[in-house]
């Protein structure tokens, strides 16, 4: 061969080779595939519209490694949640009593809004506390309990979590759909579980018990 054709087309093909080098390292080798699930849609009834208190698809099946996402695209402000459980003693309800002492002020953050904290006489008789009844962030937030149930994890809004399979609680928290969420609680569009454990994963929404699902890893 020619050394002038062998020096033209060295740069060439190192560059071709770089380029093929430089993607190999840099695509993922295993490409993980996403599955959707809807929580709650909208649905006609007579004249007006309902929120559809179910998940679509009800069940679903991946293979180990890959993940599901949960969404909220109901018009209306209904939440849902996505909660893997392993007793019903661990269902959190929204709204939890706790004492407070007596001399403990509640101020309105927002000013003029008409609420008002749920405060109720502690049945204690010393008189020096009261229950405030409030938002359980076990409910209301992505929360994971683990195989022993005493160490407890809050996770970022809108995070992924990957399940080890052991969990006692794993909750997405209250998933507001876009413009429907109350003020002060934190904008919880989506859940991500990536599941690596083979197994079926029932779960359902707190917030409407009936709202039930799976989870089928392969
Ligand atoms: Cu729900």
């Not at 007006?48 to 179910?54: F, H, K, R």
Request: net charge negative; charged share 10%.
């Amino acid at each position: 061969m020619n050394r002038g054709i062998v020096f033209r087309t060295l740069p060439c093909v190192s560059l071709v080779l770089a380029t093929i080098f430089f993607a190999w390292t840099t695509v993922p080798t295993t490409i993980n595939a996403q599955v959707s699930v809807q929580a709650g849609e909208a649905s006609m009834i007579g004249n007006g519209t309902s929120p559809l208190t179910a998940f679509v698809p009800q069940d679903v099946e991946i293979n180990a490694g890959e993940s599901v996402t949960w969404t909220n695209p109901t018009p209306v402000a209904e939440p849902h949640t996505v909660t893997f459980f392993t007793d019903d003693k661990l269902l959190a309800p929204p709204l939890a009593p706790f004492t407070v002492p007596n001399s403990t002020e509640f101020t309105l953050v927002t000013q003029g809004a008409n609420a008002e904290p749920s405060i109720v006489p502690s049945s204690g008789s010393d008189n020096t506390s009261k229950t405030v009844v409030i938002d359980n962030a076990r409910s209301s937030s992505p929360v994971v309990l683990d195989s022993t149930g005493k160490n407890v994890t809050f996770l970022k809004p809108n995070a992924t979590y990957t399940m080890q399979g052991d969990e006692q609680y794993v909750n997405s928290g209250w998933m507001w759909p876009e413009g429907g969420v109350p003020p002060g609680a934190p904008f919880l569009a989506t859940f991500t579980v990536k599941f690596e454990e083979p197994g079926t994963y029932p779960y359902l929404c707190i917030v409407h018990p009936w709202m039930t699902g799976s989870v089928t890893v392969n």
